[in-house]
Each structure stands twice: as structure tokens, then as C-alpha cells.
């Protein structure tokens, strides 16, 4: 079965630095592109990130473009998200998700930015 388990949350003062990954199992990871997500308090989830399979190409939302990478490890089924010049505003918890077509989800993992 699918399973998408992320790591590396944590509590981080503006300014900061935080490096999550998502090791993905149950599919050809290789052969697919994969999304971070995230969603804060009262909040829609909002779609932050994606890196294709192959080509690896990225995108960004222009909330956090210039300031998040996003990379893959084909050899280690792990997807990452390199955060740079957190903000209090960057707080919620991330997600990583696939479509398969069907979504599939991690359990998330809480970024708190604060000082």
C-alpha cells in the first residue's frame, strides 16, 4: 500500500532555517511527480511546492518562491523541502501528497515559526 511519512518539523525563530522530507513507499516513486502541501490554523490546505519525475522541474507557489527548494532522491523513494527565510506566516503543518491519479497523503509534520 501507499505510505508517505514526513520528518523534520519543528520550532524554528523567524530568520530560520528547517529541512522536511517525505520518504515515500508502495509505488515507482521515480515515476512520479510529488507536492508538499501545507495547511494552518483555520486555514484551506494550500499547495506550496512540485517536482516532476525525469525532467525535475519545480514550481512554487509565490509565497514561497526564492525561499523553499524542493528535491528529490530517486535511490532513497524521498521527496525534500528545503526552507530558508522561515516566517511567522510559513507556521502550519506540511504535507506531502502523490496522484496516482488518486491522492494519496502523508500524517503531516507541524513547522512552527516564531520567536
Known amino acids: 500500500q501507499v505510505q508517505l511519512v514526513e520528518s523534520g518539523g519543528g520550532l524554528v525563530q523567524p530568520g530560520g532555517s528547517l529541512k522536511l522530507s517525505c520518504a515515500a513507499s508502495g509505488f515507482t516513486f521515480s515515476s512520479y511527480a510529488m507536492n508538499w502541501y501545507r495547511q494552518a490554523p483555520g486555514k484551506e490546505r494550500e499547495w506550496v511546492a512540485r517536482?516532476?519525475?525525469?525532467?525535475?522541474?519545480?514550481n512554487y507557489a509565490d509565497s514561497v518562491k526564492g525561499r523553499f527548494a524542493i528535491s528529490r532522491d530517486d535511490a532513497k523513494n524521498t521527496v525534500y523541502l528545503q526552507m530558508n527565510s522561515l516566517k511567522p506566516e510559513d507556521t502550519a503543518v506540511y504535507y506531502c501528497?502523490?496522484?496516482?491519479?488518486?491522492?494519496?497523503w502523508g500524517q503531516g509534520t507541524q513547522v512552527t515559526v516564531s520567536s
Open positions: 501528497n502523490v496522484r496516482l491519479p488518486r491522492d494519496y
Open positions: 517536482i516532476t519525475s525525469t525532467t525535475i522541474m519545480s
